[in-house]
């Protein structure tokens, strides 16, 4: 896939998951990812309980090989995320929330800063909104108020002024309640100043879904508030009754929606096989646990070839 990709200057990436390098696979792992995608997400090494288990004290050797590893694969390398709610070591979900704004800007400074010029793309901000749209009380929030958002997006340009700072939210990619707020969180930011580049749309979908005039609609909102777009963790778990072949449908409308979009920049899988997906039992990747295509992956390879920009 990454050689009709690259074609079409488009960006075909996989969440490369922690410790890829310790799998008893492992070659098998990162020769299938190195041939077929040129961008990659570590799933959790990024992660502030991963990366920063201990007030000043960092993990970054999951993070670095991943890094060296997608530079030698010549991958754009996508950070995720460097703010969120959750996965917080427990010395953050302890902190008094009047430190929360120091804590914050520490570790961005020390995590994006590490990574500056490395990282071409960071999730700065994820999954700040509640279901409902409000926004999430997290410690964050509590420390700094909305203006948190705002905070972590200027510390991340300033550290780093080249990377493509985005704002990472899942159930945001058709019209809803959420994605309403999304938008409206969004246009004020921007409104404000705020330097955010791209919104990513999570897209964990089910192979029963078949929104898909709502979401060339509502990318199109985001596009036309002149952020770019990145599909940031697409997978759909495969229901019963629906088959292998409804499932790759769902791939298959779901990228041809991306290419579509002029502004629409990557389309990233979360994951590639089965065998290591957050939600095996639904099978809902690329390949199966054994590494075997599905009718998935034929239907993103298929669609690439088939589609020129
Ligand atoms: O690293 C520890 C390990 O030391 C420990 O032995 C093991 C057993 O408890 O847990 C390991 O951490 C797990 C981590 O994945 C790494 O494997 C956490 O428990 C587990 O909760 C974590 O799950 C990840 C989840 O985010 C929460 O961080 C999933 O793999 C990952 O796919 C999922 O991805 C999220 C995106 O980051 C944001 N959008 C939603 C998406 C799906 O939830």
Request: charged letters at 25%; a negative charge; proline letters at 4%.
């Amino acid at each position: 896939m990454r050689d009709l990709a690259d074609q079409r200057d488009f960006k075909i990436g996989f969440a490369a998951v922690l410790n890829a390098f310790e799998l008893a696979d492992n070659q098998l792992y990162l020769d299938t990812a190195a041939s077929e995608f040129n961008m990659l997400t570590p799933e959790n090494s990024h992660k502030m309980g991963w990366i920063q288990p201990r007030r000043g004290e960092f993990r970054f050797d999951d993070a670095d090989a991943l890094a060296d590893y997608a530079e030698a694969n010549n991958m754009l390398l996508h950070g995720h995320p460097l703010i969120w709610y959750a996965q917080l070591p427990d010395w953050v979900q302890r902190l008094d929330p009047s430190d929360a704004e120091t804590v914050m800007l520490e570790h961005i400074d020390a995590v994006a800063g590490r990574y500056k010029g490395r990282i071409a793309l960071w999730d700065v901000v994820n999954e700040a909104l509640e279901d409902d749209g409000r926004l999430r009380q997290s410690i964050w929030f509590k420390g700094m108020g909305e203006g948190y958002i705002g905070k972590a997006f200027e510390a991340a340009r300033a550290v780093d002024p080249d990377a493509v700072l985005i704002y990472n939210d899942y159930d945001v990619v058709w019209e809803n309640q959420k994605s309403d707020a999304m938008y409206a969180l969004l246009q004020s930011e921007l409104a404000a100043g705020t330097p955010i580049d791209g919104v990513g749309f999570q897209m964990h979908l089910r192979s029963g879904f078949d929104d898909y005039p709502s979401v060339e609609r509502n990318l199109q909102r985001f596009a036309d508030l002149g952020l770019d777009i990145y599909i940031t963790e697409f997978d759909v778990a495969l229901d019963a009754p629906d088959t292998l072949d409804t499932q790759a449908a769902v791939f298959q409308r779901s990228l041809e929606i991306c290419l579509a979009q002029p502004r629409c920049k990557a389309m990233q899988a979360w994951g590639f096989t089965d065998r290591y997906s957050w939600r095996s039992a639904f099978t809902p990747l690329l390949l199966t646990d054994r590494y075997l295509s599905k009718p998935s992956y034929t239907a993103w390879q298929t669609t690439l070839k088939n589609f020129m920009r």
